[in-house]
């Protein structure tokens, strides 16, 4: 797939839980697009999770290009991380904010059961980690 010059290609991908399922899915996803917006899509973008599992075509063809993958997930079942593994993606990094951030997923139906901080806390973890991928 070629890339033209109009569209920003960023040097970093992630994929995040995002499943709203949950206080941890919900972060994951709030995190990323705050990401996003403090560093700029020409540094880091989202993948299409949903694509890629479809084998869309384009996606399954754009993902060829990140050198830089990032999978974060919200709790110790790894969706994200496993789901994208058997469809090939291997991240250079992994974040999960129940084992590594010791955030603790409150269960179902607890999609707004977070606060601030906890947004801004995985939000500058995510950056940290993009920083340490970017000096290799």
Excluded: W
């Excluded at 705050?34 to 063809?61: D, F, T, W, Y």
């Excluded at 995510?126 to 970017?134: G, V």
Aim: hydrophobic letters at 40%; proline letters at 4%.
């Amino acid at each position: 797939m070629e890339i033209t010059k109009k569209q920003t290609f960023p040097r970093v991908c992630l994929f995040s839980c995002f499943s709203h399922g949950s206080n941890n899915g919900t972060l994951t996803g709030l995190a990323a697009q705050e990401v996003i917006k403090r560093l700029g899509s020409e540094v880091v973008g989202i993948g299409s999770m949903p694509a890629l599992l479809n084998q869309v075509p384009r996606q399954s063809e754009m993902i060829k290009n990140f050198k830089k993958i990032i999978i974060i997930d919200g709790c110790h079942q790894s969706c994200a991380r496993e789901l994208l593994a058997e469809v090939g993606i291997k991240p250079q990094v992994y974040l999960n904010l129940e084992t590594d951030l010791g955030l603790i997923k409150k269960g179902p139906f607890t999609s707004l059961d977070f606060t601030e901080q906890e947004v801004k806390e995985v939000t500058e973890k995510i950056i940290s980690l993009i920083k340490d991928l970017e000096k290799d």
